[in-house]
Structures are given as structure tokens and as C-alpha cells.
């Protein structure tokens, strides 16, 4: 072969080198948006830098994926049904011990799960990986159950339906009641 030849086919080569260097972050980036949902936007924020979103957001991944995560039996969802429908019951009553309860129901869900239920911060990071769409609602609901002392009762039913939405994506819909307290 002809030096032109080598030539061309090194050129060639570079080219398509920078083409890979260039599109596979790009590919990386559309596949953690597609997974993350409006977290992966909240992580960029809050970082300030796409790159260190991402690798957080690729640490999350793999964490994931080292919990031995299961769904619930068709008994365990219904078991939760029915403590579900009491939560609702009791908002009637006493909201703010029904805000307590939602709040204990959801962590004894993610740990039936597997998911770990140490802090909220590591609950939510483990929660984005499959349960993004849901997050907004369990920050809601968290933020009024941490002042929960000074919450109206607004506030408290509004976390009630922020519970709620949680609950549905962790047992699912069909397991849950809409009865109760109203949106």
C-alpha cells in the first residue's frame, strides 16, 4: 500500500475515534436522564457541574444494584392496603399521628423491600434509581413530617397525598386505596 493510503486510513482512524470520544458521554448522559427523570436535573443543580451529577448519579447506579431488592408478595400488598387505609382513617381523628404513621409505613416498606432505611438522604439516593417520578412526593411529605409540631392541618393532608403517591410506587397502584384523604 501507498503512504496515501496509510495516511488516509490514520486520518480515518482519528476520526473515528473522536466521534466515539464524543458521542459515548453524550449516550451516557441521554441514558442517566432517561432513567433519572427530573432527579437528574436536581442533581446537576445542586452540584453545579454536569460531570460530578453524573458520576454521583453512576454511584447510585452501582449501589443499586448491590441491594438485594424484591417486590412484595400479593399478601404483604395487601397487608399494606389495609395499613394504608387506616393512615387515612386515622387523618380524621388525630392528622398528625396519621403523618407519623405514613411516615413508619413507608419505612417499613422500604425495608421489606430491601432497601436500606438509615438516613433520608441515602433513602432517597437509593429511591432514584427506580422510583424517580416519585421523589418530589416523599421530599414533600418528609419536609412537613420533620415540623410536623407546626404543621397545619393542610399541610399535613397535603403530605398525606405526598405519602400516598410513594406508597402506589413502591406497592402499587392496584394494592392502595384512593379512599381517604382527597387530593
Given at each position: ?15 473515528l ?11 451516557r ?23 460530578t ?5 453512576a454511584?447510585r ?15 404483604q400488598?395487601?397487608?399494606?392496603a ?9 387523618f ?21 423491600r ?7 438522604d ?6 432514584s ?8 412526593h416523599?421530599?414533600a ?5 420533620n415540623?410536623?409540631?407546626?404543621a397545619s392541618?393542610?399541610d ?28
Amino acid at each position: 500500500m501507498s503512504t496515501g493510503i496509510w495516511v488516509l486510513i490514520a486520518v480515518a482512524a482519528v476520526i473515528l475515534a473522536a466521534v466515539i470520544v464524543t458521542l459515548l458521554p453524550l449516550r451516557r448522559r441521554m441514558q442517566l436522564r432517561s432513567r433519572f427523570g427530573p432527579e437528574y436535573d436536581r442533581a446537576v443543580e445542586q452540584s453545579g457541574d454536569r460531570r460530578t451529577a453524573e458520576h454521583e448519579l453512576a454511584q447510585r447506579e452501582r449501589r443499586h444494584a448491590d441491594l438485594d431488592l424484591h417486590d412484595l408478595s400479593a399478601e404483604q400488598k395487601r397487608h399494606y392496603a389495609g395499613r394504608w387505609a387506616l393512615v387515612q382513617e386515622r387523618f380524621i381523628d388525630d392528622p398528625q399521628e396519621s403523618l407519623t404513621e405514613a411516615d413508619r409505613l413507608i419505612s417499613s416498606i422500604l425495608g421489606e423491600r430491601g432497601y436500606p432505611t438509615g438516613g433520608f438522604d441515602q433513602q432517597v439516593a437509593d429511591l432514584s434509581v427506580e422510583h424517580a417520578a416519585a421523589l418530589d412526593h416523599y421530599r414533600a411529605a418528609h419536609a412537613v413530617a420533620n415540623h410536623r409540631d407546626s404543621a397545619s392541618t393542610e399541610d399535613i393532608r397535603g403530605a398525606i397525598v405526598h405519602y400516598r403517591e410513594l406508597f402506589h410506587d413502591l406497592v402499587g397502584a392496584e394494592a392502595g386505596t384512593t379512599k381517604g384523604v382527597q387530593q
